[in-house]
Each structure stands twice: as C-alpha cells, then as structure tokens.
C-alpha cells in the first residue's frame, strides 16, 4: 500500500499524466490508421521515449497500445478495414452501422466498450500478478525451461494457422537470439566478424522492421482498396444516430461484461491474442442472442462484445509477463524491451526489487483507462477523419519514423540494414503464413531459454531419467506433447475441409497477427 | 498455399543443412573443453527447422482430390510484389544518399521517393509534407525530448 501511494504521487506529481495522455492519443491516431496495429505503434514508439522517466516512458507506451487498440475500432467501423485482425468482428456489425450512416454511434459504443474492457482488465492484471509472481520465485531451472518449451509450443500452435509454421517460427527466434557473445564462454556466435553484432541483434530494429516496414509494405500493395472504401464514407444528418442512447446501453451492458470477462481469461494464457477474445466474444454474444440472424446486419450488440473483449486482452495479457517473465503476447514482448531498457525486468522479482516502479506503472495504466475516454469522447470525430487520409502520405512517414527509431537505438546505420533484413523476412512471413508474433516471442525468450536449458541440463546430470525427480517440469512437457499431437489431429481433420472463412464479411488489411 | 509451402519448406531444408554443414562449423568455435559448446543451441534449431520443414515439404507436394488453382496460387499478389521491389529501391537510394550527402539528403530522399513510388504527383504535396515531417521530427527531437539524435 505504501508503494501504491508513492506510485500515486509519481504520476501525479510529474509529468507522467501527460505522456501517458501523448501515448493514448498517439495510439489512437496509429490504430485508427488501417495497418497500423498498437505492436506497431509501440515498436516505432520505443525510441522516443529512450530520454523519458522510467514511469511516463512505460506508461506513454502502455498508452500507445491502450489507444491503439481502442482506435482501430475507427477504420474497422468506418472503412469495413480493420488495423488489426482483432478488431475484424467489430467491422461485421460496425461497417452496416457507418453504412446506415450511424457510423459516430457504434464509434461511441466502441469506445465505452473498449474502456471498460480495458479498465476491468488492468484491476485483474493488478490484483492477479503479484500473487502469482509469488508461486514463480519457487520455480527452478529445470520448471522454467519446460515452461518454456511449453509456452512456446502453445503461441506457435494458436498465433497461426500451422503448428508446423509456428514452431520454425519459434526455433528461428531463438536461433537469432543466440547472434552475438555466448554469455558463458565469451565465444562470438554468428557474427561474421562485425563488432556490432557481438552484442548481439537489437530487439527495437529487429520488431520496428518486421512489424511496421514489412505491414508498409503491404499495405502499399492495397493502396487502392482502401482509397475505394475511404470515398464512400457518409454520416447521417439524424442526430439520434451519432449517439448511445440509454436503452442502447442497457443491452450493451451485459455484453460488455461477458466481453470482459472472456477477453480478460483468453489473455491471461499466452499466445491466445487479442483474435481469439474478439471472435470468442462475438460468436458468444450471438449464440445467446434472441436474434442471431440480425447479426451482421449493424447490432450495435456486435461492436460492445468485440470490442470489449479485444480491449481487455492488451492488460491481462502482461499477467504471464509481470508473474512469470515470460511474454505471452507480441506487445508484452516488444515491452520487455522497453522495460528493461527503463530499469524495469518483468518478472517476479521485479515485485521485491523495485515495488515503487511496479506501483508507478499501474496507476499510469488505470489513468490511461480514464484518458482513453476522455480522448476518445472528446476527439473521436477529429480522430475518425484520419481514415480520409490517403495511406499513400501516411505510408512514406511511417517509414521515415522506422529509420529514425531504429537509427537511435545505437547512433548507426547498421541499425537500418537490421531492420530492413527483418522487414523482408516479416513480409515473407506474413504472406507465407509463418506467425512472426512466434518469432518474436522466441527471439526474446531465446536467452533465457538457453540458460535455463544449460542450467538443466547439468543439474539433471545429463540423464533424462533425472526429470522423474521435478514432476512440474514433466508435467508441462507432457502437456506440450498434447498439445502437439492434438494440433496435429486438427490440422489433419482441417485439411479435408474448406478452410475457414471467419472475416469474409470483411477487408482486414492488416497483417498482425494475434 | 500447397505450392508455397513446398518452396518454402525446401528453401528452409538446403538453408538449414548450409546452416549445419558450413556456417555454424565455421562461425562458432566449439569452445573450451569441459562446457557445453556453443554450438549446441544453435545446432539444435537448425535441426529442429530441418525436421519441421520436411512436413511442409511432403504435404506440399502431395496431391490430394481436391487440389485446385488455390493450391498453386502464389500467396503474394503481383501488386504486393511490385511495392516490395519500390520500398526496396528507395531505401536503397536513400541509405546511398545519406552517405553521400548527410542525414537531411538522406531522410528528404526517403520521403519524396516513397512518395513518388506511391503515386503522388502533386510538387506541393511532396514538398509540403517532406517539410512537415523533418522539422515536426527536428521539434520533437531537440525541442520537446531535449536531446540530438545524429
């Protein structure tokens, strides 16, 4: 209680409140910008905030992805073009809504959807994570590795299409991450004698590159689709259809709930994303609905599920993050880098050695919650006419802001030709449908990965029979194996089906994938 | 997608037994004798790309009843493919022009040629929007966060 008092007076007392409220409004303008998802938003953002405090740093960025996943209700509502595949089930309602010209209303539901999604979420990542941390300081080398192996097995089977995909994707970051000196030899790995290298590939370029040039990229690719959707764009002149009325809200309410609650579970187990609550929520909400036919045709009932859910997912989901150390998200993995490039290490000991810090961050996070409204209420019709903005002059922006972010992160060009590598391969990855949000999560729990696995391996003696003696370990390397043979089986039963069609209502440009 | 995944499952076979055979052998040491070598967990993924893409190799190449045109289609469209090969050039001619000529050639560069690769032909719009992003980038930098970055 004491650190939660400090924490008030940090953010209260300083500029905290109003970089967190740069960070909600610059999220909200990214993730209104069809492509550009709140990983996005924080990949390129991360520099900015290299010469900020270490609370308004991390709380402007947890604003950036609290923002951006509110905004991109805006083009998925307005455009029928989701920034991100999780906000695709608000377009299915959100879209017929704009077209019936009542586009500011469902933007109005989105929004308090989203806060209270959000706001909900944080309370549980508040009240869950310290108590969980607790249990994980109990865990040793041999428990972290399975958990590991476990995590990363479950991200690759669920952020895809392919297990198979998923788990390339996988040993590919953790291949990338062993770049550089090994910590215990002092040996150089892989570095084709450049001394930038030696310390290893950035995570700032590395994510700037594979998330935010190669969706440039593609989006540069579709230029026309979206500039086709833009013109169309009307509102009507009633103005009972630009707001919520009270029966509105009295329907929408237990939707909102029920959105919560789902998203907040699905992001607590890691690599579910933000798709998974927002779909799960969507098709809950119509099952139990008196008139599911009428889905789709613009219930405003459709925009409070998906978006309460997508918006719970961003806090819940840096619960494994803030207990375990283990990102279960790709934002949760790029903010790992913000974290401890601010002084913060997630994970459970980060509760014991700096309580003030942790305090700091979550009165931030519960103040973004209350800003989003705020901005949202206030310049949500200046916000939505960023959609009008051809990407064509948004695109060549972007791309100067990846150069600058990743040019910062150590004063050299080399930098750029990191990103531009990763770019191509997130391209690639993203059109070849390999989960680069895998990728990333093993790239950035690759370290780890290989201490603990070292570590294992010379207190079990090298003798696989040793594992019997730490039955957590074994436990979680079973439920990896079922994990695969299960995915295995679905993929086999899938591939003698027409593949899905789960957003063929829609125009979902962008390319993040849960 | 079937015949995207064999390429890229066979791409990913040769690269990781170059990996295997030539490149890590050659840029790791084995290390001292008595610890775990370096090499290990780098090997280890190796194979373990080596043993997923096989998978990806049979069943690309299988043919099944319903095998179609979706199957042999490439999965980056021939406009995605185009913009690719744009953004690639004009990051190639700005890094060329930074390097030459400095940072503000360089990052001008960028913006106009990104611009033009787009579509936008307007000389107003180009120079307006150059102008407003680099000093919008110079405001933010080194009046309101206080600190250079060149």
Request: aromatic fraction near 8%; proline fraction near 5%.
């Amino acid at each position: 209680m004491e650190h939660l008092i400090l924490g008030v007076g940090d953010v209260f007392g300083g500029t905290t409140l109003l970089w967190v409220a740069v960070g909600v409004s610059l999220g909200y303008v990214l993730g209104a910008i069809p492509g550009l998802g709140k990983a996005i938003g924080v990949a390129v953002s991360i520099p900015l905030t290299f010469y900020l405090e270490p609370v308004s740093a991390l709380g402007m960025l947890i604003g950036i992805a609290k923002g951006s996943a509110a905004g991109s209700a805006v083009s998925a509502i307005l455009l029928n073009t989701p920034g991100e595949p999780s906000s695709a089930p608000t377009a299915f309602d959100g879209y017929p809504l704009a077209r019936q010209g009542k586009g500011q209303k469902a933007l109005k539901m989105a929004l308090f959807a989203s806060v209270t999604g959000d706001f909900v979420s944080t309370i549980i990542l508040i009240l869950l994570a310290a108590p969980l941390a607790r249990y994980a300081l109990l865990i040793g080398p041999v428990e972290l590795c399975a958990i590991l192996v476990f995590s990363l097995v479950f991200i690759g089977g669920l952020s895809g299409n392919s297990l198979t995909k998923g788990l390339i994707a996988a040993c590919f970051g953790i291949f990338f991450a062993t770049v550089g000196l090994e910590t215990e030899t002092f040996v150089a790995r892989l570095t084709f004698g450049y001394l930038e290298l030696e310390d290893g590939i950035s995570l700032v370029p590395m994510a700037i590159g594979m998330l935010a040039v190669a969706e440039m990229v593609v989006q540069a690719g579709n230029l026309n689709t979206l500039d086709r959707e833009t013109a169309n764009l009307r509102d009507s002149s009633d103005p009972r259809d630009r707001t919520v009325t009270q029966d509105e809200l009295r329907r929408c309410a237990p939707v909102i709930a029920r959105g919560t609650v789902i998203g907040t579970a699905v992001g607590i187990l890691p690599g579910l994303g933000a798709s998974v609550g927002s779909f799960l929520s969507y098709g809950e909400t119509r099952r139990v609905s008196a008139t599911p036919a009428k889905y789709g045709t613009g219930m405003i009932e459709g925009v409070a599920a998906a978006e309460s859910a997508d918006n719970a997912v961003v806090p819940s989901s840096l619960i494994p993050l803030f207990a375990l150390g283990i990102p279960g998200s790709v934002i949760a993995a790029i903010l790992i880098a913000a974290f401890i490039l601010h002084g913060l290490t997630p994970g459970p000991l980060m509760f014991q050695q700096q309580p003030r810090m942790v305090a700091g961050l979550y009165v931030s996070m519960l103040c973004a919650s209350a800003i989003l409204l705020v901005i949202g209420l206030l310049g949500q019709r200046l916000f939505s006419q960023i959609v009008h903005v051809p990407l064509r002059l948004v695109i060549p922006g972007v791309l100067l802001f990846c150069c600058v972010g990743s040019f910062m992160e150590t004063g050299s060009v080399f930098s750029i030709y990191i990103m531009l590598g990763f770019a191509l391969l997130g391209f690639l990855a993203r059109k070849l449908d390999f989960s680069f949000v895998t990728f990333l999560i093993g790239f950035v729990i690759g370290p780890k990965l290989e201490l603990s696995f070292r570590q294992s391996l010379q207190l079990l003696n090298h003798d696989a029979s040793n594992l019997l003696a730490h039955p957590i370990a074994l436990l979680f390397l079973f439920a990896a194996l079922v994990f695969v043979v299960l995915s295995g089986r679905a993929t086999a039963r899938r591939s003698g089906q027409t593949p899905p069609t789960t957003q063929e209502n829609c125009n979902p440009k962008g390319g993040n994938q849960p | 997608m079937k015949r995207a995944n064999a390429i890229s499952g066979i791409f990913l076979c040769v690269f990781s037994i170059v990996m295997l055979g030539m490149v890590i052998p050659t840029q790791i040491n084995a290390g001292p004798s008595g610890m775990m070598s370096p090499r290990l967990v780098p090997n280890m993924m190796m194979i373990g790309i080596l043993l997923l893409s096989l998978p990806l190799v049979i069943r690309g190449l299988r043919k099944t009843p319903e095998y179609d045109a979706q199957d042999t289609a490439s999965p980056i469209s021939r406009a995605e493919m185009l913009a690719l090969l744009r953004i690639s050039g004009v990051f190639a001619a700005s890094i060329a022009l930074y390097e030459l000529f400095g940072a503000l050639v360089g990052a001008s560069s960028l913006v106009i040629l990104a611009l033009l690769v787009l579509g936008e032909r307007r000389p107003l719009v180009i120079v307006a929007l150059t102008v407003v992003l680099l000093t919008g980038l110079w405001a933010l930098f080194y009046k309101v966060l206080g600190t250079a970055i060149l």
